[in-house]
């Protein structure tokens, strides 16, 4: 098998006509280079499958982290690592510790946005950086069709009739989502995979993100509209990244636009929406939501929150699945080997030019 490797960049690396550094695949001969896991072992399991430790360790010399793992440990594995895979709990990497010489020119992050990771200072010192976040955005994609199909139904409010011993409740029914209108704010990763599983339902998707151009909303099958019509849909589905521009932007006057009966579902940021005009909407019976994130976490529910049958909740765990969780190091690897072989940028590659406008 070959061995993956890349000498320094400063040093090594071919330049190309664009400027951009040419990474290339050694043969076996070449020694194996260092790999900083920078996560605790607990973590390692949940995000990197055994297949997956197994490769890193027949590719590179890895350097795992241990129970204790923290800033101080962060600091001490950098030095003489050539990547450095990182996850939920690694704490920030300070740009000092990236690049050059010495540090990690890789960054592969096991988990969504590297903003609170690195500073994007590291991409002019040559550091190259990865994301999981687009395979985490296939579990947010699941989560979102099951939300929309849990609330057409009725099922919590079926279910929870059941336990009162109350058998198929008097003109309580549910609806189809085959054929519906399916409002779309933001064309994220996210947002693009439940797209993507929405098609066999025929749906009429319409999106609203000022950045979609329309050349690439036909690429999708989706039409852009204002947000005024696409808040008119019977489900609104909301994949916003958390920006200034973006807070509040789900105002009352939105959630009054909503057809009666009319389903929410937030999955990507709490700020973006006023939770006191939808807590009012809910309890009086108009509409209905599914809600994974909130303005702060964990929230304190308003009591109509809490009993309505017409709010499906859930802690923030939309993109948190076992088997999402368990490919993540691998879906990154896949990437940065592709890069280090031929310069492929990946999905999981991170554009500096768009991580200000990502979630």
């Known amino acids: 098998m070959q061995k993956y490797t890349w000498t320094r960049i400063r040093k090594a690396h071919t330049v190309s006509g664009s400027g951009k550094y040419v990474p290339h695949l050694t043969n076996a001969r070449d020694p194996m280079k260092t790999v900083a896991m920078a996560m ?19 590719l590179f010399h890895v350097r795992w982290g241990s129970d204790a793992f923290g800033p ?28 050059g010489t010495n ?40 989560y979102c069709l099951a939300a929309a199909l849990t609330m057409l139904r009725q099922l919590p409010e079926f279910d929870a009739s059941m336990r009162r011993n109350i058998w198929r409740p008097a003109g309580l029914r549910g609806r189809e989502l085959s054929g519906q209108r399916v409002g779309i704010v933001g064309a994220s990763t996210t947002a693009r995979a439940f797209i993507a599983l929405l098609k066999p339902f025929h749906c009429d998707v319409v999106v609203y993100d000022p950045y979609l151009s329309p050349e690439r909303a036909a690429e999708l099958g989706v039409r852009l509209a204002p947000l005024e019509e696409v808040a008119a849909s019977t489900v609104l589905s909301i994949h916003v990244p958390n920006l200034p521009e973006t807070e509040g932007m789900i105002t009352a006057e939105l959630l009054r636009s909503m057809p009666d009966g009319g389903i929410l579902i937030n999955s990507s940021r709490g700020p973006a929406m006023d939770y006191e005009a939808l807590s009012a909407e809910v309890s009086c019976g108009r509409l209905f939501a ?34 999402g969780h368990r490919a993540l190091v691998g879906f990154v690897l896949d990437d940065v080997l592709a890069w280090l072989d031929s310069g492929h940028r990946g999905p999981s590659y991170v554009d500096p030019a768009v991580l200000a406008f990502s979630a």
Do not use: Y
């Open 103 to 142: 540090f990690p020119n890789v960054v592969a992050h096991a988990a969504g946005t590297v903003k609170n990771l690195v500073d994007p200072d590291v991409f002019g010192k040559g550091v190259s950086v990865f994301s999981a976040a687009s395979r985490l955005a296939s579990s947010v994609g699941e």
């Open 40 to 58: 605790n072992p607990q973590r390692a399991l949940d995000v990197c499958d055994e297949a997956t430790r197994l490769r890193l360790e027949d």
């Open 72 to 99: 101080e440990e962060l600091e001490a594995m950098l030095p003489g690592s050539d990547m450095v895979i990182t996850s939920w709990g690694t704490p920030p990497i300070g740009t000092d510790f990236l690049g």
């Open 290 to 323: 599914a809600l994974d994130v909130f303005p702060q976490e964990p929230p304190t529910l308003s009591t109509a929150m809490a009993v309505s049958p017409n709010v499906l909740l859930s802690p923030h765990i939309a993109g948190d699945s076992v088997d």
